[in-house]
């Protein structure tokens, strides 16, 4: 109780009236007011998102130096691990802070999520939780070119299942054939690596697709925006890489 108290009054009771306050903006169009939000919200967490995937694209990088070291101290755990350590100083990464960064980032996407879930499945404002700054639209529209956002739309589902895929396309690369030796088997590492991959590639958008058909289409509106931020975000990152980890 204790918890979810903290998440309501920090977390979802904002973004609950932050969601009410564009509704008003935009006339009240509950769509238009989705993305702005759900921008709003990626733009305030970028530094962390940023930090995440610059680190991850580091440590892509630096795998082929990563593999010659645990070679070079196979037989010594403790070396490989410090020269490992060593090589992640020297070029300035912490391979620790992408998922510490990304586990901060958890309660406000999850909050996000509620408040397009929960906040908005009965089709109506609830006044008990708006602040006394936020004034109640005059009008709600629910219809956000030719989709109902509190019914289910198998349509927006799909879409955010596919940008789910071209989303994890760019961030977990398949493993390249040229970094093995020819006739050189996979280890049980790289075996796992590429399934794991594959699953998150391939399983996750059809799963995104799936659940995001089970609710509002207003569910699956913000899964798309919030994939499509990310996927130009990942772009730009991929593109300034050399120079960021230089």
């Given at each position: 109780m204790f918890i979810t108290d903290i998440f309501n009054s920090v977390i979802f009771i904002p973004l609950y009236n932050?969601?009410?306050f564009f509704t008003g903006l935009t006339g009240g169009s509950i769509g238009a007011s989705v993305i702005i939000l759900t921008l709003l919200v990626k733009f305030a967490i970028l530094p962390l998102s940023h930090k995440s995937v610059t680190t991850q694209a580091g440590l892509r990088k630096l795998d082929p130096e990563i593999k010659k070291l645990k070679e070079k101290h196979k037989n010594n755990q403790q070396d490989q691990a410090r020269a490992i350590m060593e090589l992640y100083?020297?070029?300035?990464?912490?391979?620790?802070?992408g998922c510490i960064l990304t586990l901060i980032q958890i309660p406000i996407i999850f909050g996000l999520y509620w408040v397009f879930w929960r906040g908005l499945s009965s089709g109506v404002v609830n006044p008990d939780l708006l602040y006394s700054s936020v004034p109640m639209p005059e009008m709600i529209a629910f219809k956000f070119f030719g989709f109902d956002l509190i019914e289910r739309s198998i349509i927006l589902s799909l879409i955010a299942g596919v940008s789910q895929y071209f989303l994890m396309k760019l961030s977990i690369p398949p493993i390249k054939p040229e970094e093995k030796k020819p006739g050189e088997a996979l280890t049980f590492a790289d075996e796992f690596k590429k399934g794991l991959g594959t699953q998150m590639r391939y399983v996750l958008p059809v799963m995104i697709a799936v659940i995001?058909?089970?609710?509002?289409a207003v569910v699956p509106l913000y899964w798309f925006t919030s994939n499509l931020f990310s996927i130009v975000h990942e772009l730009l990152v991929k593109r300034k890489a050399k120079e960021l980890l230089a």
């Amino acid at each position: 109780m204790f918890i979810t108290d903290i998440f309501n009054s920090v977390i979802f009771i904002p973004l609950y009236n932050a969601l009410i306050f564009f509704t008003g903006l935009t006339g009240g169009s509950i769509g238009a007011s989705v993305i702005i939000l759900t921008l709003l919200v990626k733009f305030a967490i970028l530094p962390l998102s940023h930090k995440s995937v610059t680190t991850q694209a580091g440590l892509r990088k630096l795998d082929p130096e990563i593999k010659k070291l645990k070679e070079k101290h196979k037989n010594n755990q403790q070396d490989q691990a410090r020269a490992i350590m060593e090589l992640y100083k020297e070029h300035g990464i912490n391979p620790f802070s992408g998922c510490i960064l990304t586990l901060i980032q958890i309660p406000i996407i999850f909050g996000l999520y509620w408040v397009f879930w929960r906040g908005l499945s009965s089709g109506v404002v609830n006044p008990d939780l708006l602040y006394s700054s936020v004034p109640m639209p005059e009008m709600i529209a629910f219809k956000f070119f030719g989709f109902d956002l509190i019914e289910r739309s198998i349509i927006l589902s799909l879409i955010a299942g596919v940008s789910q895929y071209f989303l994890m396309k760019l961030s977990i690369p398949p493993i390249k054939p040229e970094e093995k030796k020819p006739g050189e088997a996979l280890t049980f590492a790289d075996e796992f690596k590429k399934g794991l991959g594959t699953q998150m590639r391939y399983v996750l958008p059809v799963m995104i697709a799936v659940i995001s058909f089970g609710f509002p289409a207003v569910v699956p509106l913000y899964w798309f925006t919030s994939n499509l931020f990310s996927i130009v975000h990942e772009l730009l990152v991929k593109r300034k890489a050399k120079e960021l980890l230089a």
